[in-house]
């Protein structure tokens, strides 16, 4: 299906620094859930997010739904190596047969 | 929470053979799943929405007659790839929907010789 697009596609930081990634999309969703796939894994679900506007945290995850429910952003503050992986942001608009719309997702790196 | 399992995770099959995934959802209902492939270094990109106890509805341009879908229970889909070739090879991945979230399962990795 569609992608969404997220950006930036990847990411080599120093541990201990903050992260930022985010989707855009030129359609509405009503649903915004942002996923992390470790090498050889499924994506495990990080944060989801039902409301424009809304702000949610997971320890040191904050994700935000904009209030244009057009984009999404994910931070990560304090970096640590195991955050390495593919972040995936995925929209949700009910009506369209219940699918998820997927970024294209962003590779963080993360130098001890 | 809500848990979705894949099997088996990894499978290696020679060319021609006929290979079967299984998802399931393990403490939930789930009248509707979902097939994923992924490459290397890509998103996923769905493949086919399981419903249970009816055909599965599949994206343009995957060819139903070579990804055999099966809604039989409320609990578990399954996807046969029939006659596997090496183009076939990839990360297969199934979900579910939970009340407003999507889980995964651990995916599973077909290599095609």
């Known amino acids: 299906g569609q992608q969404l697009n997220q950006s930036p596609q990847s990411m080599f930081i120093q541990e201990g620094e903050d992260v930022s990634m985010n989707c855009t999309s030129s359609s509405i969703f009503n649903t915004w859930l942002w996923y992390k796939q470790d090498p050889g894994e499924g994506p495990v679900l990080l944060i989801a997010?039902?409301?424009?506007?809304e702000l949610t945290s997971n320890g040191r995850l904050t994700a935000q739904f904009g209030i244009t429910r057009k984009d999404s952003f994910l931070n990560i503050s304090a970096s640590i190596p195991s955050d390495v992986g593919i972040y995936f942001c995925?929209?949700?608009?009910?009506?369209?047969?219940?699918?998820?719309?997927f970024g294209g997702g962003t590779r963080l790196m993360v130098k001890p | 929470g809500a848990v979705v399992s894949q099997h088996p995770s990894w499978v290696i099959c020679k060319s021609g053979t006929s290979v079967k995934i299984e998802c399931r959802s393990l403490d939930f209902q789930a009248t509707t799943m979902f097939w994923y492939r992924q490459f290397p270094k890509q998103s996923l990109m769905l493949m086919a929405t399981?419903?249970?106890?009816?055909?599965?509805?599949?994206e343009q341009g995957v060819e139903k007659d070579k990804f055999l879908i099966n809604h039989a229970s409320l609990t578990l889909s399954t996807l046969t790839v029939t006659s596997a070739h090496p183009e076939d090879s990839s990360f297969y991945i199934c979900?579910?929907?939970?009340?407003?979230?999507?889980?995964f399962g651990p995916g599973t990795r077909l290599t095609v010789l």
């Open positions: 995925a929209g949700l608009f009910n009506n369209a047969g219940n699918m998820l719309t």
């Open positions: 979900s579910a929907r939970y009340r407003s979230e999507q889980f």
């Open positions: 399981s419903n249970e106890g009816s055909k599965a509805t599949y």
């Open positions: 997010l039902y409301k424009a506007g």
